[in-house]
């Protein structure tokens, strides 16, 4: 019987073991997880089907959906979406209305981002040597988006490109259908460059000056719009059609190869928006209370590596009662979707930084991943974690911005001089190499951009082929942030059992020896 004994001793340790090796691997506060679905921002699709692809690989139950900014508030402020993401805000629904969302809820910057200037324009009137290097000012950009430049060849585009000047071709503006948060953020820009042409504008066509405009798909100028419904369509139309421009995240002109127009900023430089520059722009974005954004520090950055269409996305979340977040109400009901937001936005804080720059963003500052650390912890009511480069895999905690974020050097147009950017290390290249992100707010860095990476002449062509409307896949990253810290208890658990083996082959051999017990009749 000592074998049995022995035997039955090293199961009830196992067991206790396996009890406390489970208890060590389950994140503080963490509570059993539930299906969690989103919808809302195509500005930030990108970065969430990366995000979504890598946690639900490792079992965590979370969908999103992108519709627009608009569109995911309204599902949010209906308990009809459990999150949403937007670069949109309650008080641009309803101008001038009280904010009215009984749940609560809290904004949360999860990735930085850019509206490029996308077009499909060429040097000759029959189509034939398609642009890749257009400069456009932010007055030329506000005048074609007002519809007061309607022709290529007007001298305001001939200026901004040295004198070169294109041919005399009616201009189609792109924009989207519906309302928008991409939208939002666009015009917002063109009424912070042109104010007084945009109020003219936004009075011929009936539309509020009070908050940022959502929708112009039913403006009366441009005469000329062909609006999209999506992001990716509104690209995909671009790339397909020659004589057109339009506004889009800078991730979809790497997904359907269009053209991106170099942008001039205050200090004098043509800039395009990788994450060099957002980043460098972003510094002079105000964030309030509730952590909406004020961007128009961002528009006028006079530092020489700036992007000025550079803005946050966020995500938008319920949370418990708490002194820091105002508009926080209540805590969720369903402890399971709790917890999948809880590890989804620890992920996103940290892992999910990992490969912004890539797809067309640029990673959070540590300060913002550090607000989605805490934005956990007003949701779940527990202390927030405190990331440092140890324990949060996002580049900027380490001085960098991933691979992908510096821009290649400015090229020529037609007689306009190249190269024209602030200088800075690394100043020119198309390394895809980590990029530093100290120094930024002193011009290191480069600051002139180019499109060759995302302007496939093919692809530019007024009878191009259409591209399936889809968002290009994404390799998921692994899981971080402290989602699913490891234990020491794993070898000593795995010892346990290599221990316990023999002792149950010496307990059955025992067990076979003894003689049989049998009830006698």
């Known amino acids: 019987m000592p074998a049995r004994v022995l035997t039955y001793g090293v199961v009830v340790l196992a067991v206790s073991l396996a009890g406390v090796f489970v208890a060590a691997n389950t994140p503080a506060g963490a509570a059993a997880t539930s299906p969690a679905n989103g919808q809302g921002s195509t500005y930030a699709a990108l970065a969430f089907q990366q995000w979504t692809q890598s946690v639900q690989n490792q079992g965590l139950n979370l969908n999103y959906t992108p519709t627009s900014s608009p569109a995911g508030l309204e599902a949010y402020s209906q308990n009809t979406a459990d999150y949403a993401g937007t670069e949109a805000e309650f008080s641009e629904l309803l101008p001038g209305s009280p904010v009215n969302v009984p749940r609560g809820f809290e904004y949360t910057p999860d990735v930085a981002g850019a509206t ?64 928008s948060g991409t939208t939002a953020l666009f015009y917002d820009f063109v009424n912070h460059t042109d104010p007084s042409d945009y109020a003219s504008w936004a009075a011929q066509n009936g539309f509020s000056t009070g908050s940022r405009l959502l929708e112009v798909d039913n403006a ?222 002193s011009a290191a860095g480069t600051t002139g951009g180019t499109g060759s990476s995302t302007g496939s002449e093919a692809a530019s062509t007024s009878n191009a082929p259409a591209r399936a409307s889809k968002i290009k896949a994404a390799a998921p990253a692994a899981l971080g942030g402290g989602l699913l810290p490891t234990s020491p208890l794993l070898p ?3 010892l346990l059992v290599l221990l316990a083996a023999p002792v149950v082959v010496l307990s059955v051999k025992q067990r076979k020896r003894e003689p049989h017990d049998s009830i006698v009749p």
């Not at 309607?150 to 989207?176: E, F, K, Y």
């Not at 722009?281 to 520090?297: C, E, N, V």
């Not at 528009?299 to 995500?315: C, D, K, L, R």
């Open 116 to 179: 490029a200037i996308m077009y499909n324009v060429a040097l000759t009137p029959s189509g034939q040597d398609p642009i890749s290097s257009l400069r456009l000012s932010p007055m030329t950009i506000a005048k074609i988006f007002l519809g007061k430049i309607s022709n290529w060849n007007d001298p305001a585009i001939s200026a901004d490109n040295g004198g070169v000047t294109l041919p005399n071709q009616h201009i189609t503006v792109v924009c989207r259908t519906g309302q």
């Open 220 to 441: 009366s100028s441009p005469t000329n719009m062909a609006c999209q419904s999506g992001s990716d369509t509104e690209a995909n139309y671009i790339a397909a059609n020659r004589w057109t421009i339009g506004y889009d995240e800078f991730g979809y002109a790497k997904v359907y190869n269009d053209n991106v127009a170099w942008v001039q900023n205050a200090s004098g430089n043509w800039v395009q928006p990788y994450a060099v520059n957002i980043s460098a722009a972003l510094q002079s974005a105000q964030l309030a209370a509730d952590t909406s954004q004020d961007l128009t520090g961002v528009y006028t950055s006079s530092n020489p590596a700036a992007y000025p269409i550079s803005a946050y996305s966020y995500i938008l979340v319920q949370c418990a009662p708490n002194s820091a977040r105002p508009t926080c109400t209540s805590p969720y009901t369903n402890p399971g979707v709790q917890g999948t937001l809880s590890q989804f936005m620890s992920y996103v804080a940290c892992a999910g930084q990992v490969h912004m720059a890539d797809i067309g963003y640029a990673p959070l500052p540590p300060q913002l991943s550090q607000f989605l650390a805490d934005a956990v912890g007003y949701m779940t009511n527990q202390p927030a974690q405190q990331l440092n480069a140890g324990n949060c895999s996002n580049p900027t905690f380490s001085g960098s911005l991933g691979a992908g974020a510096s821009p290649p050097p400015l090229p020529p147009i037609g007689n306009a001089p190249g190269g024209s950017a602030a200088s800075g290390a690394g100043s020119g290249s198309s390394s895809r190499a980590g990029t530093s992100a100290a120094g930024l707010a």
């Open 492 to 494: 000593l658990l795995a």
